[in-house]
Nanobody, 120 residues
């Protein structure tokens, strides 16, 4: 069983910053991809940023230059540094990990979500 524990959401004023963290726990070989998605009310869940085990990154167009993803493979953790936050960044943010097990099978797992609200 793999569990993802997210933390760091909250209320922030426009222009402010927040840092989200996610830690994966369980028994597995490695984590191929760690990513953040977000879902605003009434909208689909969209990719915010991802990072592969070897450090390749990909960002959603709306967050490029403002958000930075990083991960610590030894700690099975991923962090999303969010700067210059705007009201349109308000959403529930979900951590996703693509986990590789000892038998080399791969499964995706989601965290429970952490709410980010950007408002004055």
């Amino acid at each position: 069983q793999v569990q993802l524990m997210e933390s760091g959401g909250g209320l922030v004023r426009p222009g402010g910053s927040l840092t989200l963290s996610c830690v994966a726990s369980g028994t597995f070989r490695s984590i191929d991809v760690m990513a953040w998605f977000r879902q605003a009310p009434g909208a689909q869940r969209d990719l915010v940023a991802l990072m592969t085990e070897v450090g390749t990154t990909n960002y959603g167009d709306s967050v490029k230059g403002r958000f930075t993803i990083s991960r610590d493979n030894a700690k099975n953790s991923v962090t999303l540094q969010m700067n210059s936050l705007q009201p349109e960044d308000t959403a529930v943010y979900y951590c996703k990990s693509v986990v590789r097990f000892e038998d080399w099978s791969v499964e995706p797992y989601w965290g429970q979500g952490t709410r980010v609200t950007v408002s004055s």
